[in-house]
């Protein structure tokens, strides 16, 4: 499989986890965003949405969305249950992950460092009230259980733990929760843990045509 | 199986439009989110981020998140395909509704009839063209195929359907769309299709502790 891939997006970074704690060899295309890389036609025939990660099969067979890519690679390993309802708590949290944690946490970290917001801004404090409520629904469901679903460690947490884990560089200060902080230890401690996540660059500034929204 | 539903959410009809496709017989529980309903102790317990809709299996079997409840639901149907590259192409449009649909269409139709905001505001506006471009996307797609994945009618189909047609009531104005108008007709003109969305009441002021992000 080959992945397109930017370095600095948590999106990416959760499948380029997933393939190292799978053992999965892939061949990475590493694009920059800030430099028009996602922006071509060769691109938009592969992802019409234009974000990254994009996961290629084979000629004309892509994968986009970040969560569904780490579900099909999942699928028939441990990280993916089988039961019919565990399989669904699972899929609860990739959508959870992309509804709630990706605009706030997410968007609020991409929107900081390349200037489109500054703390304090109405829509920078609106994202940053939304990363408090969605870790605070995290933390007191952590409470609770040592995994996000289906008592052990899969594909959510992988989702979930991407961007949550720097939310500190979206402005957010995590320390009150500490159920979410002790699992983001948990997560951390599983076999071929890595992190290899980059921060975005200085000053990037972000070219017409990338998406308006997120 | 049990569904607690708000009528004038999309993420609560969708699961009604599925469950009339499949015919799964179903007990509802009508909550009002303006009068507090997802706000109790006993909601809390069942969905800790007090959204709608939630679906009953069993006691202490709770499921949230619509897609999740979608897919749940459409397991061994027609509706959700068993081969794993049409599965995770399923699973990309349910991922993509919640990221770039719900944000735009179903947020703005939302917070404009809430009045949380009105039209002209930059946060009116930054959704408005979110669902242009969101638009956009979904009518490039469509113009070559007649549904969005598995070269089928799927719960995709289902969930990108549910914002997407009151996309007018969010004060987007979809007709330049063509490719993505013949689609809601094609949607339409599916067996056991019906559409029992409700408009949200006028002036509906939101109770605080509703949350504050989405």
New interface residues.
Partial sequence: VRLYDYAASANCYKVRLLLAQLEIPYEKVSLDIFDGDTLTDAFGRMN??RTTPVLE?GPD?H???S???L??LA?GSDLLPED??D???V??W???E???V???MGGLRFRLVTGRLSAGD??AE??R??AE??LG?LD??LSEREFLAADRYTVADIAVYAYTHVAHEAGVDASPYTAFAAWLARVEGRPRHMNDLEPYPPNASVKAGL????
């Fill in positions: 019409p949405a099969l067979r994968l986009t969305e969560n569904a890519i579900a099909y699928e019919r309802f399989r669904a708590q899929l609860r990739l959508l959870f992309q509804a709630d990706v605009p706030t109405p829509d609106r994202r009230a939304g409520e969605t629904v007191a469901h998406s308006v929204y997120g």
